[in-house]
């Protein structure tokens, strides 16, 4: 079956039923509200975000070098014909809508998006996917000895959101032959007490740049074209697993065509800046 000789692939672990993390499976409404982020109102304290200068990057980014970088995982908001912004439950798969990417401390990340729908994502934002280099110097900062966010070449176990072990046998059974496409895009795959985080939940997962969950949380599509075998690269993990296929900052997936989601593909955007 496909789904066997994928496993490795997806960093799905745990199928003998003992993968995944215990506990209540305390579902998150499926109504959500695209992010959890909203206005705070005005705040004299704040300063106007216009005379700030972020080295040539919008605010929600960060400056590295020759390029900008959003500072966590994205998440989507659909447009309608006019353009306006409408919510999207980062639970659910894009199915066909115009989606513009947003990132923000303590939204949920965007899961079930493909590279293609990435990709569109981050146009729309007036942004690009990351590639290869972007994505690691975000990750270790400027030293390519690290393997990890916070240093070093030494997974330190909860500093970054992985290793809890695949959510599939939680919900679909431990025999990964019986485990199905659509089942790999169940919006309930996230929402488990434990498994996928807000972005910035975990403090020491963060780059020397600034940069949150590279590791872990989901998996990051590059904007790598596709292959030989017309399959693209995402990077750095998801909460399941970030050694299996390289450690931390190394991991990448090579296993998947560019039109390929499930609960654990996610995304972030990088773009050239303005100065």
Request: charged letters at 15%.
């Amino acid at each position: 079956m496909r789904f066997c000789a994928l496993l490795l692939g997806l960093a799905v672990i745990g199928c003998s039923g003992d993968g995944g993390a215990g506990g209540d499976l305390a579902m998150a409404p499926l109504g959500f509200d695209g992010g959890g982020v909203t206005d705070g109102g005005a705040d004299a304290s704040v300063p106007d975000l216009a005379s700030v200068d972020f080295g040539g990057c919008p605010p929600e980014m960060v400056r590295i070098t020759t390029f900008c970088v959003d500072r966590f995982e994205g998440y989507v908001v659909e447009l309608d014909a006019q353009g306006n912004e409408q919510p999207h439950s980062p639970f659910l798969v894009i199915n066909g809508a115009t989606v513009r990417a947003k990132n923000a401390a303590g939204a949920y990340p965007q899961g079930y998006i493909s590279q293609v729908e990435a990709t569109q994502a981050c146009a729309n934002a007036g942004k690009r996917l990351c590639d290869a280099t972007e994505f690691a110097q975000a990750c270790r900062g400027a030293s390519a000895t690290n393997y990890y966010p916070y240093g070093g070449t030494t997974r330190i176990k909860g500093y970054c959101n992985e290793g809890k072990g695949s959510s599939m046998p939680l919900f679909f059974g431990s025999n990964a032959n019986n485990w199905t496409y659509a089942e790999f895009n169940d919006p309930r795959l996230n929402q488990w007490d434990g498994g996928l985080a807000p972005s910035g939940s975990y403090p020491h997962c963060v780059s020397p740049y600034g940069v949150y969950d590279c590791v872990g949380n989901l998996h990051e599509w590059g904007s790598d074209a596709g292959d030989a075998n017309g399959h693209g690269r995402f990077r750095g993990g998801f909460y399941g697993d970030a050694e299996i296929n390289g450690h931390g900052c190394l991991y990448v997936t090579s296993a998947h065509e560019l039109t390929y989601h499930d609960y654990s593909t996610g995304f972030r955007c990088c773009k050239d800046p303005s100065n």
